[in-house]
């Protein structure tokens, strides 16, 4: 047996199964980093990063820009007759990429696998038979999907948001999407359901009921868990945070702002945060800020691995490149006990100029490795404990005494005003953070010294 998929026929030919070579390899197609089957910290780096094949980037995405004509040619598309059958070999296309590259999760919107039809219905049709076909491939191959979403903010009667529109009509056509899209998600048995905000925010406070707008979001929100749960979803649901673009300012701003909103309207027992870097960067946070920031909350869930382009502010959902970066991520993913229910899927595209078939195995190689060794030298500086030994350290006087007193809620404030009085001013306070220190270790760790 071929250890990859092929459908009706082979779209990336002359590429096999991409290998683990090791770091010294000269070969664009081969791993230098992540090697499957390794142990890292008693887990396979398989498990630890459970990677996903974004569906939407990879098989649809043509390198269309707002300056430009597609650029990517896919083969999947300018070989069909109809759109149904266009779908069905994206479908081909994509599991075979997937097996190919040794990915084993995907994640899809609706529409990236099936085409809209004319009506609700025929649009709810054609999901179905595109996603029975996807369960039989996944059945033969061992690819899971890590989460199902619906696409309600590219059509143009998504132009004033979906679950936040101020017209209830368009509300009802986003539910009959969601409400497909969640029962192609449990027909096919994915680990989770992601909510990204598409259009939910605005463009101008002088037209927009704000209060109204983020109610109806939380109903819209609750209705949808109900309903999966009752069809037996027994997954996570994901908010993918991102402050901007397409509205001026979206709802799910940022990672705090989501559990506030998720807390307020009691929705925390059954959603987590799904982080995309590029997000993060957007909301002027760092993307492990993010990460801790949902882990310390207890809502971290899934993660878009991607990175932007620092000095331009926009979504440009890149492959993630830096090692230093993705090291800081899997600290902070590691320490939070690793997934559960989520990944590392990647929301990433290639270049409108890397038009070569290869690229986009490239790509995902280097996004590979990037994360593998960020997982290694994210392991090094746990197994190693200096970092975690000094933070321990730091916060050491809340471990006995009147320090644990206070943690426990057992000083009042004129108790706790007492022991400052009574101590003094004398040096208190002035204690070296050694953050230059942490930083030059973490750099020991990097290199692997
Ligand atoms: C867009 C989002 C989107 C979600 C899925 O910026 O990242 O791709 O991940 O709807
Ligand atoms: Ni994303
Ligand atoms: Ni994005």
Same mark, same amino acid.
């Given at each position: 047996?071929?250890?990859?998929?092929?459908?009706?026929?082979?779209?990336?030919?002359?590429?096999?199964?991409?290998?683990?070579?090791?770091?010294?390899?000269?070969?664009?197609?081969?791993?230098?980093?992540?090697?499957?089957?390794?142990?890292?910290?008693?887990?396979?780096?398989?498990?630890?990063?459970?990677?996903?094949?974004?569906?939407?980037?990879?098989?649809?995405?043509?390198?269309?820009?707002?300056?430009?004509?597609?650029?990517?040619?896919?083969?999947?598309?300018?070989?069909?007759?109809?759109?149904?059958?266009? /779908?069905?070999?994206?479908?081909? +296309? &994509?599991?075979?990429?997937?097996? $190919? @590259? %040794?990915?084993?999760? !995907?994640? #899809?919107?609706?529409?990236?696998?099936?085409?809209?039809?004319?009506?609700?219905?025929?649009?709810?049709?054609?999901?179905?038979?595109?996603?029975?076909?996807?369960?039989?491939?996944?059945?033969?191959?061992?690819?899971?999907?890590?989460?199902?979403?619906?696409?309600?903010?590219?059509?143009?009667?998504?132009?004033?948001?979906?679950?936040?529109?101020?017209?209830?009509?368009?509300?009802?056509? /986003?539910?009959?999407?969601?409400? +497909? &899209?969640?029962?192609?998600?449990? $027909? @096919? %048995?994915?680990?989770? !359901?992601? #909510?990204?905000?598409?259009?939910?925010?605005?463009?101008?406070?002088?037209?927009?009921?704000?209060?109204?707008?983020?109610?109806?979001?939380?109903?819209?929100?609750?209705?949808?868990?109900?309903?999966?749960?009752?069809?037996?979803?027994?997954?996570?649901?994901?908010?993918?945070?991102?402050?901007?673009?397409?509205?001026?300012?979206?709802?799910?701003?940022?990672?705090?702002?989501?559990?506030?909103?998720?807390?307020?309207?009691?929705?925390?027992?059954?959603?987590?945060?799904?982080?995309?870097?590029?997000?993060?960067?957007?909301?002027?946070?760092?993307?492990?800020?993010?990460?801790?920031?949902?882990?310390?909350?207890?809502?971290?869930?899934?993660?878009?691995?991607?990175?932007?382009?620092?000095?331009?502010?926009?979504?440009?959902?890149?492959?993630?490149?830096?090692?230093?970066?993705?090291?800081?991520?899997?600290?902070?993913?590691?320490?939070?006990?690793?997934?559960?229910?989520?990944?590392?899927?990647?929301?990433?595209?290639?270049?409108?100029?890397?038009?070569?078939?290869?690229?986009?195995?490239?790509?995902?190689?280097?996004?590979?490795?990037?994360?593998?060794?960020?997982?290694?030298?994210?392991?090094?500086?746990?197994?190693?404990?200096?970092?975690?030994?000094?933070?321990?350290?730091?916060?050491?006087?809340?471990?006995?005494?009147?320090?644990?007193?206070?943690?426990?809620?057992?000083?009042?404030?004129?108790?706790?005003?007492?022991?400052?009085?009574?101590?003094?001013?004398?040096?208190?306070?002035?204690?070296?953070?050694?953050?230059?220190?942490?930083?030059?270790?973490?750099?020991?760790?990097?290199?692997?010294?």
């Amino acid at each position: 047996m071929a250890d990859y998929f092929v459908g009706s026929k082979e779209y990336f030919p002359g590429i096999g199964k991409i290998k683990y070579e090791g770091p010294k390899s000269d070969n664009p197609l081969a791993f230098k980093y992540y090697d499957a089957e390794k142990v890292v910290g008693g887990k396979k780096m398989k498990d630890h990063l459970k990677f996903a094949v974004a569906y939407w980037h990879s098989f649809c995405a043509d390198g269309t820009d707002p300056f430009g004509a597609s650029t990517i040619i896919h083969p999947w598309k300018t070989d069909a007759k109809t759109p149904m059958e266009g /779908a069905e070999h994206k479908l081909d +296309a &994509a599991f075979e990429f997937i097996t $190919k @590259l %040794g990915a084993e999760f !995907y994640a #899809f919107h609706d529409r990236d696998i099936a085409p809209e039809g004319e009506t609700p219905a025929e649009s709810e049709k054609n999901l179905i038979a595109i996603t029975d076909k996807a369960k039989k491939y996944q059945d033969a191959t061992g690819v899971k999907l890590l989460w199902g979403t619906a696409n309600i903010f590219t059509n143009p009667r998504f132009l004033n948001g979906a679950a936040t529109n101020p017209e209830f009509g368009v509300v009802a056509l /986003a539910a009959a999407q969601i409400k +497909a &899209a969640i029962d192609a998600t449990i $027909k @096919l %048995g994915g680990a989770g !359901y992601t #909510f990204w905000g598409g259009r939910e925010g605005y463009m101008s406070l002088l037209n927009t009921d704000m209060k109204r707008e983020k109610d109806h979001l939380a109903k819209f929100l609750s209705i949808a868990r109900d309903y999966a749960r009752k069809q037996g979803f027994k997954g996570a649901f994901y908010i993918e945070p991102k402050p901007m673009e397409p509205t001026k300012h979206q709802y799910d701003f940022d990672t705090e702002t989501v559990i506030g909103f998720l807390r307020y309207y009691g929705l925390d027992k059954d959603f987590r945060l799904n982080i995309e870097a590029n997000h993060a960067e957007l909301a002027n946070h760092d993307f492990a800020h993010e990460l801790e920031t949902a882990a310390a909350a207890g809502l971290f869930g899934s993660v878009d691995a991607n990175r932007g382009e620092p000095r331009n502010g926009w979504d440009t959902d890149q492959f993630p490149n830096s090692y230093y970066e993705t090291a800081a991520a899997m600290l902070s993913i590691l320490k939070v006990g690793g997934f559960t229910t989520g990944g590392l899927n990647f929301d990433a595209k290639i270049r409108r100029n890397s038009v070569d078939p290869a690229d986009l195995f490239i790509a995902h190689i280097g996004g590979m490795d990037a994360f593998a060794a960020g997982l290694e030298i994210a392991n090094r500086v746990i197994t190693d404990g200096k970092i975690a030994g000094f933070v321990k350290n730091r916060y050491s006087s809340f471990d006995s005494g009147d320090g644990a007193q206070f943690e426990k809620g057992g000083l009042t404030l004129e108790a706790l005003s007492g022991i400052g009085t009574k101590a003094g001013y004398g040096k208190t306070g002035l204690t070296s953070g050694k953050q230059e220190y942490l930083e030059n270790i973490f750099n020991q760790y990097l290199l692997g010294l």
